[in-house]
């Protein structure tokens, strides 16, 4: 038998989300963005659960070239581009669509016998200091670009750095505007968080995440995804595989940092780091085990962790356990632990089977 950590994967639920984004956004083409193994649930996944979007786009070509084995014919972006001349091969090979946001990039295209003309998204850096052309190089990239015969159809990008924040987005909006306005190339400008922002935003194709995955872009204490009308996508579960029962003054786990205060019931729970389990979640953080919301105590180890059943008597080897999902938001998770969603979604470790539902 395996060991009963499991990460099921809703690709119903998928759809539900690239649905939302649809609505939000019915005027733009959509490239699902499934880097990072499509935010930790796996690409065979997201072939099936985003089969209805107008792209996927995504940092790892070897992952592309996985799409397009899977039969996925239409347009796959690379968001941080070629990172060489065999990259810019294979690009023109399969067809993929191209990031290019640096000099070296242009000169490394103009320079290497193509196939096929390969599209090109030109990113610019309108305000957040990460990759991009700076605006007032816009003429100059572009005139390059569009007179190289390998580079077929253009299109202006830029990345918010703050679209999860009311309004912080528009200063990098207008910067955008002020270069992309009147040039006749289409444009891709929003991801999750500025897609509930799409009647300003605007663009012709949008880039969504995190919320095709159901977990909010948003911080979970004002916007949580369930109220954005998303439906979680990953159900990370396990079972209890031991209890102990600690008399008032014994200590659990690693540096004994738990001490019970009277007596308890502890689960012993077959999740750890090495699963992806954030090892910072600290006592208090939220766990269900049999439907019943409890708490974690005491470390985070490699392969387990200790939780208060003290209250759950039916709770014995075998009870089923939730970490996060369908009926515990990640993002709560996350915010106990310190971290977002994103980062414990990406986490979940290759050792936890993914099971497609
Ligand atoms: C990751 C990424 C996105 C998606 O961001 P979310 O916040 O997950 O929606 C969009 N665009 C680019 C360039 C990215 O790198």
Redesign the pocket.
């Known amino acids: 038998m395996p060991r009963p950590i499991l990460a099921a994967i809703d690709t119903r639920a998928m759809a539900h989300n690239l649905a939302r984004v649809r609505h939000l956004c019915s005027s733009a083409r959509i490239h699902a963005?499934v880097?990072a193994d499509a935010y930790g649930h796996g690409i065979a996944a997201a072939r099936q659960g985003f089969s209805e979007a107008d792209g996927f786009s995504l940092i790892e070509i070897e992952r592309a070239i996985e799409l397009r084995q899977l039969g996925w014919r239409g347009p796959i972006l690379l968001?941080e581009g070629c990172f060489s001349a065999l990259d810019w091969q294979a690009a023109s090979e399969h067809r993929f669509d191209v990031v290019v946001h640096t000099d070296e990039q242009i000169a490394t295209l103009a320079t290497t016998p193509l196939s096929r003309r390969v599209n090109v998204h030109v990113k610019f850096n309108t305000g957040m200091n990460r990759l991009g052309f700076s605006p007032g190089r816009s003429r100059d990239v572009l005139t390059r670009l569009s007179s190289n015969a390998a580079v077929g159809e253009l299109t202006l990008m830029t990345?918010f750095a703050r679209a999860d924040e009311p309004d912080q987005h528009l200063e990098q909006l207008k910067r955008f505007r002020d270069l992309s306005d009147g040039l006749p190339y289409a444009t891709s400008v929003a991801?999750?968080?500025a897609c509930f922002d799409f009647e300003r935003v605007g663009g012709d194709w949008v880039?969504?995440?995190?919320?095709l995955y159901g977990a909010t872009?948003f911080s979970h204490a004002t916007r949580p995804a369930a109220a954005l009308g998303l439906i979680p996508v990953m159900t990370l579960s396990t079972e209890i595989i031991g209890i102990q029962h600690l008399r008032p003054g014994d200590a659990v786990g690693y540096g004994g940092t738990y001490v019970a205060g009277k007596p308890e019931r502890i689960a012993v729970i077959a999740a750890g780091y090495a699963d992806g389990y954030p090892r910072h979640a600290p006592t208090g953080t939220p766990i269900l085990v049999g439907g019943h919301r409890t708490r974690l105590v005491g470390r985070v180890s490699m392969d387990k962790i200790t939780v208060d059943v003290t209250d759950l008597p039916l709770a014995q080897v075998g009870t089923k356990v939730e970490l996060w999902g369908a009926n515990l938001p990640v993002d709560e998770v996350a915010e106990a632990a310190g971290t977002i969603g994103?980062e414990l979604l990406t986490a979940v470790a290759p050792r936890v089977p993914r099971l497609l539902r």
């Open positions: 963005v880097k968001l990345h991801n999750s968080a880039r969504p995440g995190i919320m872009p994103y």
